[in-house]
């Protein structure tokens, strides 16, 4: 049996090796939306990511916070299918000091310099908090999971 301390590093390890979550989000009429984003990850599992105020997703969390996202290592075998689906809140980040220093560590990871500084002054930044994941591992076994609550 997998301790959750274990699976908790083993989702950090995903995390960090990955740079692109799927965010999916309900409108206020209940249609569903999936939308490739970059992230920065923190220490305790927490999810940032830069968008357009405007953007689909970004409305959909102004009426609904909760959300699911799904993060993944792109293989070509079964086998190798690694990934964690995890569901909880997302929020815009409004103190600007916090903002400051996630969107300092989100530059450093994507390497964007200076050259998308415009761009990123006018997004928003938003974070998720997980209060659920479920980590899948082909490579231990056909349809190996484990699921915790946060």
Known sequence: MT???????????????ESTMTL????????PDAAPLFFFLRNDLTL????????RHSVNLR??????????????RWEKIRGVQLEGTATEVSDPRQRREIIA??????????LLSAAITQ???????????RY?????????HVE???
């Open 63 to 76: 009426s609904r916070p909760q959300v699911a996202v799904a993060v993944y290592a792109s293989v070509n």
């Open 148 to 150: 915790m609550e946060m």
């Open 24 to 31: 999916a989000t309900v409108d206020e009429y209940g249609n």
């Open 48 to 55: 940032y990511w830069l968008s357009s105020a405007d953007s």
């Open 3 to 17: 301790s959750e301390l274990d699976t908790i590093r083993c989702v950090r390890e995903l995390l960090e090796s």
């Open 136 to 144: 899948t591992d082909n490579t231990r076994g056909f349809g190996y």
């Open 123 to 133: 997004s928003t930044l938003y974070v998720f908090r997980p209060n659920w994941i």
């Open 105 to 114: 560590g989100y530059r450093r990871r994507f390497r964007l310099g200076a």
